[in-house]
């Protein structure tokens, strides 16, 4: 490739495939992001890189980075050369095999604790949303007055992950002051606000659930996502079916709920311990 020859003009294609395609911001400038990177480590132009190429970033970046990042490299690498260039060398590519965690699970105990450790009402009611409706801490930041449900106390989260709407219960427990904020604000304002008046980031609320764990004398690493966990296991324990839990949880796949059939403690704890026995 031409040293002066602008990388964004080359990926321009990929850019409006995407737009076309309507693939979320994030995900957009992820896969621009992995195929830049990829031309920049071979210096070619697209239509000159081959298989070797691509395991050779790859490889790269297997040496410093997650498995996780190396997969969304593949995928974005994948999309580019299969579906704009209608390259086919990528049946000789396999994809990444990821490392499997289980999910960091907190206790009713230890989430009830983080809810009374927090004296402030705008963060106790997100932490208590976070973990009462199971939304992702980008979907809660974006939640609006007009999104609850009187009559049918239901939330409804708008263009989520993927995409896509999908409703939430609104737990009883927050009704009252959700109903207050009601009555200040007007349906088109941000559920969760900061002092000027524009909408919380996702950073301050991973913040304040930081603190609230660190108050609760919890030494795991507790996020957002962990609230999330926890509201799925906590519902699979309560006998709810898995598959109520999927559309709650907005997944596409049955298979990404399942997860978390394996820390359920009393699918687990059931199981007599041969120490026990």
Known sequence: MSPDKPFGQTLASLAQELRIRNYSRRTAESYLHYNRELLRFCQKDPRAIAVGDIKNYLDHLAQSRSASTVS?????IRFYYREIWRRSFFAYLKQPKKNKYLPVVLSKEEVRRMI????????????????????????????????????????????????KDR???????????????????PAEEFLFTNGRGGRLTEATIQKAVA?????????????????????????????TDIRYIQELLGHAKLETTQIYTHVASNIIGSITSPLDG
């Open 72 to 76: 969304v490299a593949y995928n974005a």
């Open 116 to 163: 009374d450790k927090t004296s402030n009402p705008k963060y106790h009611c997100a932490i208590s949303l976070l973990y009462g409706t199971g939304v992702r801490v980008g979907e809660l930041v974006r939640l609006k007055m007009r999104d609850i449900d009187w009559d049918r106390k239901l939330l409804r989260v708008c263009q989520g992950k993927g995409k």
């Open 167 to 185: 409703l939430v219960m609104l737990p009883a427990k927050l009704q009252p002051v959700l109903a207050r904020q009601g009555q200040l604000k």
């Open 211 to 239: 603190q609230a764990a660190a108050r609760a004398g919890l030494a795991k690493i507790v996020t957002p996502h962990t609230l999330r966990h926890s509201f799925a296991t906590h519902l699979l324990e309560a006998g």
